[in-house]
């Protein structure tokens, strides 16, 4: 069964670098979505992206975050200045027409030292 | 916005038997209330839904129920068993005609273990 995949599994950086987390999302799906879970605390909305443009953000995806379709498979997260705040686990998703779900990805701990 | 309060944190079971879990949301307009299922280095797997047109749905041992006029719906699980153990969320969303490709607005989790 096809599987929403993201690399790294675990990303280290230091405050101030930038980081991209990448998402494989599954084939035929239409809407892409980051989400992130900081430790201990709910799974937050943070962007969706349809048709080569966001659809949606939140109030926590300011002007530090990007996403970015480059290819026809890749869906990317971009943090340009990580702070000590941006440590959590964030969750790739892709949302299918036909079974009308969204499907996760396994997700990339990132910690910001 | 959306607000999605979950409870109980955590709910710890003999096997075999039933758990359920409660949430409440915020927004008259959510209609689609999703039940996700995250097990140790896993993202979240959907388990069962309900769209707001329906009152209760069933799958096998699972099965959500949904209160429009009180905005709450609970998942119930019934003859549990170890590999039941998981965190599981509740989400909310609204979207024209029930679809989920909007945003997932979550609960915080609940823990549930299942002792044999």
């Known amino acids: 069964e096809p599987e929403v995949t993201q690399t790294p599994s675990h990303q280290v950086t230091q405050m101030g670098q930038e980081v991209i987390l990448r998402c494989v999302p599954i084939?035929?799906?239409?809407?892409f979505y980051w989400y992130r879970q900081i430790l201990g605390q709910k799974v937050e909305f943070l962007v969706s992206?349809?048709?080569?443009?966001?659809?949606?953000k939140s109030e926590i995806f300011d002007d530090q975050f990007s996403v970015e379709r480059p290819d026809g498979s890749n869906f990317t997260l971009k943090i340009r200045s990580t702070k000590l705040e941006d440590s959590a686990m964030y969750f790739c998703a892709s949302w299918h027409l036909r079974t009308d779900t969204q499907y996760f990805g396994p997700g990339t701990r990132l910690t910001v030292l | 916005g959306e607000n999605v309060e979950q409870h109980p944190s955590t709910l710890s079971v003999q096997e075999g038997d039933s758990a359920v879990i409660k949430c409440t949301y915020s927004?008259?307009?959510?209609?689609?209330f999703p039940w996700y299922k995250q097990e140790l280095g896993k993202g979240p797997q959907l388990i069962i839904d309900?769209?707001?047109?329906?009152g209760e749905k069933k799958d096998q041992r699972i099965a959500v129920t949904l209160n429009k006029t009180a905005k709450h719906f609970s998942l119930h699980i019934t003859e549990t068993q170890p590999e039941d153990s998981a965190v599981y969320f509740c989400a909310a969303t609204s979207n024209a005609g029930g679809t989920s490709y909007g945003k997932l607005t979550f609960g915080q989790g609940t823990i549930l273990t299942v002792h044999p």
């Open positions: 309900i769209r707001s047109n329906v």
């Open positions: 992206f349809y048709n080569n443009e966001i659809s949606e």
């Open positions: 084939s035929n799906h239409l809407y």
């Open positions: 927004d008259s307009a959510s209609n689609y």
